[in-house]
């Protein structure tokens, strides 16, 4: 069984900082893509970073650029998301998901397992 359970979730003030943790089980993780995505109350779900099996490749979108920065440690089945000078905006749930494949994509139909998802709130 494919399992991903994201942590690090939580407040924080606006222009602090947070690490999301997705620990990915079940499946030969450094052969798959991982992925960041989030969803706000109301609104569609969003990328957010992705990262290939091999970290050769990272994506991130325009609005966390500059400030997300996306990781992997293979050895320990794991991927981050580090969240810096945070924003209101930036006010989600966020999913970890792992890919069909090694190549890194924004494409949400390219993940196939999906974590539940871990609350950060953004305070001003």
């Known amino acids: 069984q494919v399992q991903l359970v994201e942590s690090g979730g939580g407040l924080v003030q606006a222009g602090g900082s947070l690490r999301l943790s997705c620990v990915v089980s079940?499946?030969?993780?450094?052969?798959?893509?991982m992925g960041w995505f989030r969803q706000a109350p109301g609104q569609e779900r969003e990328f957010v970073a992705s990262?290939?099996?091999?970290?050769?490749?990272?994506s991130t979108a325009d609005s966390v650029k500059g400030r997300f920065t996306i990781s992997r440690d293979n050895a320990k089945n794991t991927v981050y998301l580090q969240m810096n000078s945070l924003k209101p905006e930036d006010t989600a749930v966020y999913y970890c998901?792992?890919?069909?494949?090694?190549?890194?994509?924004?494409?949400?139909?390219?993940?196939?397992?999906w974590g539940q998802g871990t609350q950060v709130t953004v305070s001003s």
């Open positions: 998901a792992a890919g069909r494949g090694p190549r890194s994509t924004r494409w949400a139909e390219a993940y196939d397992y």
């Open positions: 079940g499946r030969t993780f450094s052969t798959s893509a």
């Open positions: 990262i290939s099996g091999n970290a050769g490749s990272i």
